[in-house]
């Protein structure tokens, strides 16, 4: 037994299972019936047609076998021709595209490439807690980087050098969207420092007022740089089907595929026909879910008008909670569960998220408590 701590040691508590182990714990105690507005899980089905697909894929003698690890090149080209044709940017199906089982895997994996090039992973705090645990795993320094109230990361805070950094926009807590010129600035700060820059496109499709999804691929630059993650999950609400994208540098790319071939043995082929399905098809549905979260929205903040609170997109709304009241008296006494900012790292303190990824009747029924939690 050698003196370093094992490198699982490394990883911090899994937020979101503490969460969900502890909303769990309070909704068995008697009183109302919990609400939930913790967990970011999409309420609405996929579009029929894509289910459609994968039940008659899944109904073939001929698709249960190993599938080409590096996925169907079909698949590819549909991720690139809605790269083409929704977000402006041509890129090469075939070197510039790696499919994932979930953009989460994809989070993992950019840093243990990245880490090679030596220095910190530089992570927006407010953010996603799964960031942190690619640091661990990559047994590197994180160095948080703090979001400004439009979301952009205040760059005069930012290291000299580093291996990588995350963005993420439209972004989860914050649920901001790129603030102008924010890309070009990574790309800046990224050459500058010798840095990789990883952007979550995860909410992509979920931006509102009128916002256009902005990929950080359309920047002139980005793709010498850095890499997309485009997920599934969000957008056509098959989250638990395990499916997503890496967008970008080639030599990213081909590394990540690489690192896949020894840890994965593809994604289920039904579940990529589904996905091109999904990707070539109809896509009136994209557009229906991005409305119903938007009217959500606005039925969130209009409850929330007493607190500061923000939403440009994603399918949260982030809020500062009123002096004296805490994420575990509102769950405690008045039976609703929201996100503790503190989570997503130390600017959350004070802060909480709640989701918009529940059915109308429960979010009014969550904002009511929430509304009548405030201090008078
Ligand atoms: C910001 C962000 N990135 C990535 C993910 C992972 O998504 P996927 O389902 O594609 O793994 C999530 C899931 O909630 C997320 O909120």
């Not at 047609?49 to 169907?72: E, K, N």
Request: aromatic share 8%; with cysteine.
């Amino acid at each position: 037994m050698r003196g370093r701590p094992h490198r699982l040691e490394r990883l911090p508590e899994q937020y979101f299972t503490r969460l969900l182990a502890r909303v769990a714990a309070a909704a068995a105690q008697a009183g109302d019936p919990l609400v939930d507005l913790g967990r970011g899980n999409p309420d609405v089905p996929p579009p029929a047609h894509v289910v459609d697909a994968l039940a008659r894929a899944a109904a073939r003698d001929d698709t249960h076998g190993y599938a080409p690890f590096a996925g169907l090149p079909e698949l590819k080209d549909a991720i690139a021709a809605r790269y083409r044709d929704v977000y402006g940017v041509e890129v090469d199906p075939s070197s510039e595209v790696a499919v994932l089982p979930g953009s989460k895997t994809g989070l993992i994996e950019f840093a243990q490439v990245a880490v090679e090039r030596g220095g910190a992973i530089v992570l927006p705090d407010p953010g996603y807690p799964d960031y942190r645990s690619a640091v661990a795993l990559a047994a590197a320094a994180r160095v948080p980087l703090p979001l400004l109230g439009d979301g952009r990361p205040d760059w005069d805070a930012a290291p000299a050098e580093g291996a990588a950094l995350y963005l993420n926009y439209p972004s989860n807590p914050v649920a901001a969207c790129a603030p102008a010129g924010v890309f070009a600035e990574a790309i800046a700060w990224a050459r500058r420092a010798g840095a990789w820059v990883l952007h979550d496109f995860a909410y992509g499709d979920l931006v509102f007022d009128g916002r256009r999804p902005q990929s950080f691929l359309a920047e002139d630059g980005a793709r010498e740089v850095g890499l997309e993650l485009f997920s599934m999950s969000k957008s056509y609400g098959m989250a638990g089907w395990r499916l997503g994208f890496a967008v970008g540098s080639p030599e990213l790319v081909s590394r990540i595929e690489d690192l896949q071939n020894h840890v994965f043995a593809g994604v289920f082929l039904p579940v990529q026909q589904a996905g091109i399905a999904a990707l070539t098809g109809p896509q009136a549905t994209v557009d229906e879910r991005r409305r119903l979260y938007e009217a959500r929205r606005d039925r969130a903040l209009a409850a929330l008008a007493a607190v500061e609170a923000r939403c440009e997109g994603t399918f949260f709304v982030w809020f500062r909670l009123p002096e004296g009241v805490t994420c575990e008296q509102l769950l405690e006494h008045h039976r609703v569960a929201v996100a503790p900012g503190e989570g997503f790292g130390d600017r959350g303190r004070g802060w909480a998220r709640l989701s918009l990824a529940t059915p109308d009747d429960l979010l009014d029924l969550g904002l009511e408590r929430l509304a009548g939690a405030w201090p008078p």
